[in-house]
């Protein structure tokens, strides 16, 4: 037996934030997992089965970026906790893998230095080594490693073929004979234990590396423009803009055909199936139901296009110092920019991103209002209603009214955010404790496309499961409910008239009549909760039912037929604030750790949405859109 | 704070990078946190510095400034770029570099 012989190897990964470490986990891996450019975007544990040059089974744990041992949030907390082998669920790892970016080694190594104290086996990879040699730095190797007393070895990480000699490098040094590991003697260190660090840190540098003294002319020139007080403003504000136009407008050809695709299998099942209770569940059940969401599909895609590249580019650090003044006046902390910027995408990922917030309550309050961003799962109910209401005019010639009005809802929605937590910073948290603002703006860097599309397919494969699944269960239920009980024999109104969802939909109708909402909105309201782009869905299964099987018909034909323009605005005016999603409840559960924060998001949100479309509805009325 | 290795330069000669403008250069002479900040310790915010290579001899620069009020800085400490506000810039004290060179040598 060699059971003894192939007993796993656990590396952990550790390094700062930027250092490119995501990137090295993947190519060692094969995993699929995020990269960016963005100071801490690791917040999850990912780990990683890789193979060996001698064919060694190694278990491979990508943590969090780090400054440091001492855990400043949670994402380092467990950075820390995983290295010191504090976490009860995980044995500590055998070796560390240590990753430092060598364009920027100076805070990397003073970490290595730190490090050294745990005293497990450590190897240093030098990452990015291309492009430290491109811009002239000259490292010797050896002296760099017998300096710092830790062997080193260079990679590149996004070229596959930079890993080998790395691959061959930790056979050779995890396999060696350990015998009895030092007990780790790592205490938090004190401002003099940094100090201490960092001049060891910079005493080694001077002694192996030359480096020319100038800095990334590339970064600094589009930096001059970027973070310009002025230009800067102005390309964050066109880049935002130019990101909804083309949610808008390029996603519209590729919409077209799925819809398209949808109505032609919608018309043959039709055309096969019996007229009856089966083809009314495949037609408005299964195929306008699914089909009236997959074809939003395009429009999250371009989103996450953009959110991913600004990622991967390194403009999210520079997002977060253009806007931390702006969202300071608000009570957030700038770097609560970037998960209320993925919130745009999905509340989920931006809830979950707040863990490289440190504060507590920094994190908090983002958590609390990153569902009024305006997330990809509202864009059907947006689409389909001003596609419905309003006119498709240009303004001051190159805008379209329609694009405007999205606009305008974004806005609406970032706005509310801001205000949210003004009045929260005010009224809630009695101790003003406003931690610093510090962040490493990174050098910017070419995306890599391979990666990108990865993560798109992801976004996609995600999208379309939840069309599959949740969302497919809550069509059929809607249809269920609206087809159930049958009509009796004889009956002149539409079958819809006697079923459960008429039933539910005008028990709940008096309280949503003062907002303009009907019975049928009140219904479709139900199935939302689950995923608030099924209530477009449910809209076209009601109307569908009431009408006869006309299914073919389109939704936003139908409403603009049923529906006064007061309601529509007081729809809109609902959605930008009901806490309509239940997995995001579900995500701040788990994120805050109880009920408390779920039941506070719930009721603010659901008395701003009625208070909102009250308002408009009212408005509306008096100005006679009746 | 009280590290012995704390350069102890004439505090007339050192001003706050806080107060400097855009295209300030200069070398740090010392770290000093002048307290608690809204409920951070000094320590941690010196820690804090530390970490980013922020120490006593680092060159600095600044780069940019934020669009309201110049806050916050991009400050080039050593080749690397770090977004602080002023408030914790004050903490960083600085000669100009005439006067760091003075004192390297």
Known sequence: MTAIEVNDWRIALVGTPNCGKTALFNALTGSRQKVANYAGVTVERKSGVLRTASGHRVDLIDLPGTYSLRGRSPDEDITRDVILGKLASESPPDFLLCVADATNLRVALRLVIELKRVHRPMLLVLNMIDIARRRGVDIDLDKLSAELGVPVVTSTAVRRGGIDDLLCRIDEIAGKPTGAIAESDWTTPAASDLRAAQREADRVIRAAISEPAKPDTWTTRVDAVLLHPVWGMVALLLLLFVMFQAVFAWAEPAMELISQGFDALGALSAAVLPDGLLQSFIQNGVISGVGSVIVFLPQILILFLFILLLEDLGYMARAAFLMDRIMGGAGLHGRAFIPLLSSFACAIPGIMATRVIDNKRDRLTTIMVAPLMTCSARIPVYTLIIAAFVPNQPVLGVLGLQGLVMFGLYALGIFSALAVSFVANRFFWRDSATPPFMLELPDYKLPQLRSVLMNLYQRAMAFLKRAGTTIFSMMVLIWFLASFPRPPEGATEPAIDFSLAAMIGRWIEPVLAPIGFNWQISVALIPGMAAREVAVASLGTVYAIEGGNEAAEQVGQMLAGQWSFATALAFLAWYVFAPQCASTLAVIKRETGGWRWVLTTFFYMLSMAYLAAFVTYRVALALGWG | ?105
């Not at chain 2, 530390?50 to 309201?68: D, R, Y």
């Not at chain 2, 690397?80 to 914790?88: D, H, M, P, S």
Request: proline share 4%; hydrophobic share 40%; glycine share 12%.
């Open chain 2, 1 to 105: 704070m009280s590290d012995p290795d704390t350069r102890t330069l004439e505090a007339t000669q050192a001003t706050p990078l806080g107060l400097a403008r855009r295209g300030f250069c200069g070398r740090v002479s010392a770290i000093m946190v002048g307290g608690d900040h809204l409920g951070v310790s000094a320590s941690e915010i010196e820690r804090r510095l530390l970490e980013f290579g922020i120490v006593e001899g680092a060159s600095v620069q600044i780069l940019h400034e934020g669009p309201v009020g110049r806050d916050p800085i991009a400050v080039r400490v050593n080749g690397t770029t770090i977004a602080l506000r002023r408030r914790e810039a004050m903490a960083i004290m600085v000669g100009d570099h005439d006067q760091a060179a003075k004192t390297a040598t």
